[in-house]
């Protein structure tokens, strides 16, 4: 059973950055499509960043710019550095890996951006 286990959120200073980590049990991360989402109270989750199997990167447009999703294969980690932190990405920020075959979602990090 793969367990991602999600870390680094906190409080963030609006134009501050977080950096989150995601730490897979088993070695997915370079074999499954990672993904970043997040669910702001009274909102859906929505997909902020996904980094493919084979390198491909996209991002939700409220994001471009400021995150960055990246991996470290050796460590089957996870990463999104949030830069030119804003109100609006205060959520719950969770981490989810998928091939074709299954899926697996973290139990998510709280993200609050404050003042």
């Known amino acids: 059973q793969v367990q991602l286990v999600e870390s680094g959120g906190g409080l963030g200073q609006p134009g501050g950055s977080l950096t989150l980590s995601c730490a897979a049990s088993?070695?997915?991360?370079?074999?499954?499509?990672m993904g970043w989402y997040r669910q702001a109270p009274g909102k859906q989750r929505e997909l902020v960043a996904l980094?493919?199997?084979?390198?491909?990167?996209k991002y939700v447009d409220s994001v471009k710019g400021r995150f960055t999703i990246s991996r470290d294969n050796a460590k089957n980690t996870v990463y999104l550095r949030m830069n030119s932190l804003n109100p609006a990405d205060t959520s719950v920020y969770y981490c989810?890996?998928?091939?074709?075959?299954?899926?697996?979602w973290g139990q998510g990090t709280q993200v609050a951006v404050s003042s």
């Open positions: 989810k890996a998928w091939s074709n075959l299954d899926s697996y």
């Open positions: 980094l493919t199997s084979s390198g491909d990167i």
């Open positions: 088993g070695r997915i991360v370079s074999r499954y499509s």
